[in-house]
């Protein structure tokens, strides 16, 4: 997972002792750390591109290629040399997602099904037993740790 969480209250404790300079040196730093990141890390880019979607519904590398301003056959070659794919990316991140979705009550299986591009649920369902080994309906996240 690429994700730290942090109670949001934790968020806005002053500390006792803040140092202005060393919190702007600091945030300049993980600034330029985030820029250097997303422009060199092609996996970084298509997952981000992924993530600021609302839905998957028709999304495909084309669309990937043209948002980061490069030919799809230059996407092709940049991922192959990052010995990934498109494909695998797009399923790390459904897998990621879907985990986070069913997570949330308000949310049903066809909605999640839908978000991340699926056709219908039948179709989610396979793909999601074929990740995990599990139904989704029947899945405890809370006990899934998935090696991504």
């Known amino acids: 997972m690429r994700k730290i969480i942090i109670e ?32 060199n890390d092609i996996r970084l880019l298509v997952y981000n591109f992924l993530d600021k979607q609302s839905n998957l519904v028709d999304i495909n590398g084309t669309d990937i290629a043209s948002y980061l301003g490069i030919s799809f ?20 991140y459904r897998l990621e997602k879907a985990l986070n979705l069913l997570n949330n009550d308000k949310i049903n299986m066809a909605e999640i099904a839908f978000r991340l591009g699926f056709s ?24 899934y740790h998935p090696n991504l």
Not at 20 to 27: I, M, Q, R
Not at 29 to 37: E, G, P
Not at 74 to 87: F, K, Q, V
Not at 120 to 139: N, Q, V, Y
């Open 73 to 92: 056959r230059t996407l092709n070659r940049r991922l192959a040399e990052a010995e990934t794919s498109y494909r695998s990316i797009l399923q790390e």
């Open 120 to 143: 219908d649920l039948s179709t989610f369902s396979r793909a999601f037993k074929r990740w995990t080994g599990e139904c989704p309906s029947k899945l405890n996240i809370n006990n």
């Open 8 to 39: 949001r209250r934790y968020l806005y404790t002053e500390l006792k002792d803040r140092d202005h300079d060393v919190y702007t040196t600091s945030l300049n730093a993980l600034r330029q750390q985030v820029i250097d990141l997303e422009s």
